[in-house]
């Protein structure tokens, strides 16, 4: 059902897309303080969901559907908006390049996958991933608003650089686990039958 706990948690990560864009609208720290709460929430969620989904015994399509949405359109969101009011350095709009990339890649790979009824399980290396990038995005979310002797811009840089590196470790695993399903369902092209003879009746007139 849509309605039931775990589903609820995995919308709250969508509904909470535009408050978080909107505090990245309003000047002051206070602002940053709220983004990046909203933001923790958000991600905590996304633990709690597939877990109580799996205890309570309420997993669902729809749960299976919407939850890896949620995630990328939450984390595509603040990489785009942290890019766009200049949070993070030039050089690593990179990472956050990158990130996107394999989330479109991910994404499509997935769906031709689901075609084939074919399922691609979430990696351990991949739940890591998705915690580095997750504390990356918090601690750039806040930034120079928080505490002034802590660096948290910069760690929030190198873990981002860190989340990309295991983004493309993972998404080349990913690809290369598709491939082998690409391969083996790729259709046979049909044989091609000869072009019919014709007869040169020019001999046998008279």
């Not at 984390?75 to 390049?97: G, Y």
């Amino acid at each position: 059902m849509v309605t039931n706990l775990p589903n609820l948690l995995t919308l709250s990560r969508i509904v909470v897309i535009p408050l978080v864009i909107a505090c990245f609208y309003v000047e002051g720290t206070t602002a940053r303080w709220v983004a990046c709460g909203l933001f923790v929430a958000a991600a905590i969620t996304d633990w709690f969901d597939g877990y109580l989904a799996r205890s309570w015994g309420q997993t669902s399509n729809f749960g299976r559907f919407l939850d890896p949405i949620a995630d990328k359109l939450l984390v595509a969101a603040v990489l785009l908006m942290l890019a766009a009011f200049n949070h993070i350095s030039p050089v690593t709009v990179l990472p956050a390049v990158v990130i996107m990339m394999r989330e479109i890649l991910v994404s499509g790979l997935r769906e031709f996958l689901a075609e084939l009824r074919v399922g691609m399980p979430v990696s351990r290396l991949a739940k890591w991933k998705t915690a580095v990038q997750m504390m990356a995005l918090t601690l750039l979310i806040l930034g120079d608003a928080g505490p002034a002797v802590l660096p948290l811009a910069m760690v929030g840089e190198v873990s981002l650089w860190l989340a990309a590196g295991l983004t493309l470790f993972t998404g080349y695993d990913y690809l290369q686990a598709g491939m082998k399903h690409i391969a083996v369902h790729t259709p046979a092209a049909p044989p091609v039958s000869p072009p019919p003879t014709t007869v040169n009746t020019a001999r046998h007139l008279g």
